[in-house]
């Protein structure tokens, strides 16, 4: 049995969320889905589940935008892969957006976002090799 790699997932918007949840499921990945950036916050400082990417809208309901959550992900694990998904601020991307991270402005392919988690997750290294 192969072990499943949970993605969390930030988004309000229903239909958005359907594909993106969709598009993982079709590559093999479960999706943990958040409306809110804050409720996104808790579930990975709570650590109940071991989330493998983020992917995040940036403009959402609430007060914690996806360039947040990013950051407090960042700060959990600094290696952390993170998808941006925008319709509007992609022009902020370069100022807000973290290192080793992917924007993907909407409407994207649903391949679009399975390259972009596959390549996040294949450029880091395994959590048991050494450093130095």
């Known amino acids: ?59 959402m309901l609430g007060k914690t935008d996806g360039w947040e959550v990013a950051r407090v992900a960042r700060e959990i694990d600094p290696a952390f892969p993170i998808i941006y998904m925008t319709g509007a601020a992609a022009h902020e991307y370069a100022s807000k957006g973290v290192p080793n991270s992917i924007l993907l402005n909407k409407p994207f392919a649903p391949a679009q976002l399975l390259t972009a988690v596959a390549q996040l997750l294949n450029a880091g290294s395994p959590p048991t090799a050494p450093t130095g």
């Not at 229903?14 to 594909?19: I, K, L």
């Not at 598009?23 to 990975?44: D, K, N, Q, W």
């Open 1 to 59: 049995m192969t072990e499943l790699v949970v993605i969390l997932v930030i988004e309000d918007d229903e239909t958005v969320q359907g594909v993106v949840e969709d598009a993982l499921s079709e590559g093999g990945f479960e999706a943990a889905v958040a409306a809110t950036g804050e409720e996104a916050i808790t579930l990975l400082l709570g650590r109940q589940t071991e989330y493998r990417a983020l992917v995040t809208d940036i403009n």
